[in-house]
């Protein structure tokens, strides 16, 4: 089945530290990628996505390259805030996965606490 | 702004009372989603519908409906709430399912059991 590997947190980086917060995929099929955030308290945010193999994704200054080879969507930030303090979730949707390829598949988050 | 809602942000009910949460969107999509998420947890996948279809997940308790009566409206029963069914849970929708469909999550209804 599908799952989804993230680096283990917390993660506690200095403001204007250069972030990376690894994952990787196992998937049937050729799935999308995500990564969402969660502010305390808060719902999801979709902070950025990639549907195919070398896609990059980008948004807020946050990046992740989808690497077929690697099966990896590393999410990286060249310069942290301190707003930036969040859980951040890596997840896949494989539509080829069958009966269930509706579902996200989460990994299990990783806690990112800046400090000024 | 178009958007999920979810109502109310916080919940507290007693053990064994029957309790409603809602969620409305603005988003016109297909497909709305239920999941509980515990603390330090990743979301864990509920229910969802399509339209009006309704898709139950295999591990889901019997204590846990849901309802669709429109295709703005989503609810969330929970029938004799347990202390372990506190949780935060979450809404989602998305356009369609498929491939690079993203899900758009609501802030959430925090759900404490006493």
């Known amino acids: 089945g599908n799952s989804v590997t993230q680096m283990e947190g917390p993660v506690t980086l200095s403001e204007e530290a250069f972030l990376t917060i690894n994952c990787t995929y196992t998937?049937?099929?050729?799935?999308?990628l995500f990564w969402y955030v969660q502010y305390p308290g808060e719902g999801l945010q979709l902070l950025l996505k990639a549907t195919k193999a070398d896609d990059k994704g980008s948004n807020k200054g946050f990046e992740a390259t989808y690497r077929k080879e690697t099966t990896s969507f590393h999410l990286e930030k060249g310069s942290v805030q301190v707003s930036d303090s969040a859980v951040y979730f890596c997840a896949l949707s494989d539509p080829y996965s069958g009966a269930g390829s509706y579902q996200l598949t989460f990994g299990k988050g990783t806690k990112l606490s800046v400090i000024p | 702004d178009a958007m999920v809602i979810q109502n109310p942000r916080y919940q507290v009910t007693q053990f064994g009372k029957p309790v409603t949460l809602s969620c409305s969107q603005t988003?016109?999509?297909?497909?709305m989603y239920w999941y509980q998420q515990k603390s330090s947890q990743a979301p864990k996948l509920l229910f969802h519908?399509?339209?009006?279809?309704?898709?139950n997940e295999a591990d889901t308790p019997d204590n846990f409906q849901s309802r669709r009566p429109n295709t703005s409206f989503c609810f969330l029963d929970i029938r004799s709430p347990g202390l372990g069914d506190a949780a935060m849970y979450l809404c989602a929708t998305s356009r369609d399912q498929g491939q690079g469909y993203e899900q758009y999550f609501g802030p959430g209804t925090r759900l404490t059991v006493t």
């Open positions: 519908y399509y339209d009006k279809d309704f898709n």
């Open positions: 988003l016109n999509h297909n497909v």
């Open positions: 998937a049937t099929g050729y799935p999308s």
